[in-house]
């Protein structure tokens, strides 16, 4: 009890610290998890019935074709879907200017009247990282969707065209 108030004593009462995650750290570890990967250079495209567009939304499974589809990695679970494509974009930049780096593209198959679709997860992020790694992973595309894609890439900026590599080129080449 405190003498002037009559009352007992109230103990101090100490702050919460809140919990926080340090996403980059200063720190100079080279364990696990360490360093980042810098998505900002990396555009995704999609082509659905011939038409390729660029739809920010497919990074995060988000995009227009994908909204509100339950994915499952059994293909026989979507017998009535429409084939599309995930294709990843990294841009880079060399002394000449920026250019079309990797691009890799992701089968995936969407029944919009089910809600169902097909994907295998694993070869996404596969194709994201080789896309990143500066290569070219075109091979499972049909004429269609290459033609598709060649238009975007050059209709977006003839300038990075251009300076892409004739692997990228020949890739798309029908």
Known sequence: ?????????????KEKKSLTLNVVSSKKHKGFGSGSIDLSAVACVIIDEGVAYI??????????????????????????????????VAVDRNEEGS???????????????????????????????????????LDELGDVERTALNKLLVEHNPEWWDRSPEELKHALTV
Request: glycine share 6%; hydrophobic share 30%.
């Open 55 to 88: 739809d920010v939304g497919a990074m995060h499974a988000k995009s227009k074709v994908e909204r509100g589809i339950k994915f499952t990695p059994n293909k026989e679970d979507t017998p009535n879907g429409r084939q599309c494509w995930i294709v990843w």
């Open 99 to 137: 250019y079309y780096a990797g691009v890799t593209a992701c089968e995936m198959l969407i029944d919009s009247e089910a809600k169902r679709g097909w994907k295998i997860l694993p070869d996404h992020v596969n194709k994201l990282d080789q896309s990143l790694k500066r290569r070219y992973v």
């Open 1 to 13: 009890m405190t003498e002037e108030q009559g009352q007992p004593a109230q103990p101090e009462k």
